[in-house]
């Protein structure tokens, strides 16, 4: 989800039972259902019993509603001493494990929201083992 999407969810959208998120407004105008897997699931599962169940889910540790990740997050980055690191990085980090795990180019599109392919393929850095990896694909079994 993009950061925008992420701090606006609302409790209303999550429907657990269905294992779904419902953006009803994204950023390129249309609506999308996100899936959860078991880890997202749960992590909202421990969110819901410790929060109230309206409005946001994102809330500051004084029940205020967080906007934005630049109050915590960069100060958390330059604490563990990681460089050139943003928010949005994380997204680029979803998509290119999608790709490398086997996921199509068209699913990650659909679950990244991107009305583009291209836009995707932008997003998809490959890392150096899994090229070599898809390589060796080519050599044959040696018995």
Not at 16 to 41: A, H, Q, W, Y
Not at 112 to 135: D, F
């Amino acid at each position: 989800m993009r950061k925008s999407e992420q701090y606006s969810l609302e409790w209303s959208q999550i429907s657990f039972r269905r294992k779904r998120i419902l953006l009803d407004e994204t950023k390129n105008g249309s609506s999308r259902e996100i899936p959860m897997n078991k880890t997202c699931v749960k992590a909202f599962e421990e969110l819901h019993a410790d929060r109230p169940h309206e409005g946001r889910i994102f809330q500051s540790k004084y029940g205020r509603d967080l906007n934005d990740s630049r109050a915590w997050f960069d100060r958390v980055v330059e604490d563990a001493k990681v460089s050139n690191f943003t928010w949005h990085a994380l997204r680029h980090t979803f998509i290119s494990r999608l790709v490398m795990a086997g996921v199509d180019l068209r699913t990650a599109q659909e679950l990244a929201g991107h009305k583009t392919i291209s836009m995707t393929v932008r997003y998809a850095h490959l890392a150096p083992e899994h090229n070599q990896a898809a390589i060796e694909k080519l050599d044959p079994k040696i018995r």
